[in-house]
């Protein structure tokens, strides 16, 4: 019989608008985060991640502090990233800093590695976008690497070489670590080879056509004489009591972050009616009432196998308020009634 589901949670850190209207501090929405945090927690949520991002629009830029102060007012939730931009840090001291969240966390903490959707980081830390692949290759190896929590010797071209090198402190139990995936063939292979799990990031489109990719990371596992590891989905959503309402409080924080990530990349304006396509039952976006959600998110979960399924519930400029409730409607109402529609769903590999 396959273990429940696991439900959780993801946020950027977006910088939202106050009750006056006017944009939060950083500093305000970085305490936000860490509230919301703890009602993940007491609502009886899995899992708890944080962006690592470098612009104005969001305001967590170093996730693992974030997630420190998260694990001193929580008892039971994981803390971890989504994701964390490996191609523009150092493996040796992101270990470190993870190894020290799982220890304030007593064992909660988990990393999900990843390329990200932005390149803010690249210029900023001194790297070259033409280094990008290998960057993150390089960086994953030895990262995987270190996990063993031995000495390790390395020799690569984006930093400096490791001679039976040991790095400290040392974990109670290891640490849990994914690969965040966008939907290319080689980077569900690249998980596999490297024995971390899948977080696939869906932000658009219906689900199951990430479903070959699934199956591709089970084969790769297999081909390589493997065990089974966890398959996990990102999409963003919001929950309100109604669907009229989750939709209406959430459409303008999505207009605003999609115009202004558009304007950069040459989108076209974001409007209601895709809005609307990405709420219906082949989008992206699980926003709606908790019934609506909970069926949604299940049918996800059956269509991919899933181990877990983190819902990003921060998008834009929607409310510190209006999040909050939705933290609240996604453990109370929401989880209760996607562990009842699987229950007697057929079992699928996860």
């Known amino acids: 019989m396959n273990a429940p589901v696991q439900l959780g949670l993801d946020t950027f850190g977006d910088v939202t608008r106050g009750e006056d209207g006017e944009l939060l501090s950083h500093a305000q929405t970085i305490r936000n985060v860490v509230e919301q945090a703890e009602l993940a927690d007491q609502v009886g949520l899995s899992f708890f991640g944080v962006g690592e991002h470098h612009r104005p629009d ?14 001193a007012r929580t008892s039971r939730i994981h803390l971890g990233t989504a994701v964390t931009v490996l191609s523009s840090d150092d493996p040796v001291r992101l270990f470190e800093r993870f190894a020290t969240l799982d220890a304030i966390s007593n064992g909660r903490a988990e990393v999900i590695l990843g390329r990200g959707s932005f390149i803010e980081s690249f210029p900023l830390f001194g790297y070259e976008l033409s280094d990008y692949e290998t960057l993150f290759e390089e960086k994953l190896d030895l990262f995987t690497k270190l996990m063993a ?16 090198a040991d790095v400290y402190p040392k974990t109670e139990n290891g640490l849990k670590a994914w690969i965040g995936v ?11 080879r490297h024995g971390l799990g ?23 596992l297999d081909a390589m004489g493997l065990p089974a590891l966890p398959v996990g989905v990102h999409s963003p959503g919001h929950i309100a009591d109604t669907d009229q309402q989750a939709w209406e409080e959430a459409f303008p924080g999505f207009e605003s972050m999609h115009n202004t990530i558009g304007r950069e990349r040459g989108w076209p304006p974001y409007n209601r009616m895709r809005f609307q396509q990405d709420v219906g039952p082949e989008g992206a976006v699980y926003a709606g009432s908790p019934e609506t959600v909970a069926r949604k998110i299940a049918t996800t979960v059956s269509q991919l196998g899933l181990t877990r399924f983190d819902m990003k519930f921060s998008t834009g400029t929607l409310s510190h308020a209006k999040m909050m409730r939705s933290i609240e409607l996604y453990g109370t109402q929401v989880a209760p009634r996607v562990h009842e529609l699987l229950a007697g769903a057929p079992a699928t590999r996860a």
Do not use: C, N
């Open 58 to 71: 969001f305001a967590v830029s170093s996730p693992e502090i974030v997630l420190a102060a998260a694990a």
């Open 149 to 164: 929590e031995k000495p390790v010797s390395w020799q690569g071209r984006t930093r400096a070489a490791l001679v039976d």
């Open 182 to 192: 966008g939907g290319s063939p080689e980077s569900v292979v690249r998980a596999a």
């Open 198 to 220: 899948l977080m696939l990031a869906i932000i658009g489109g219906p689900a199951a056509r990430f479903r070959p990719f699934v199956d591709l990371y089970h084969r790769s």
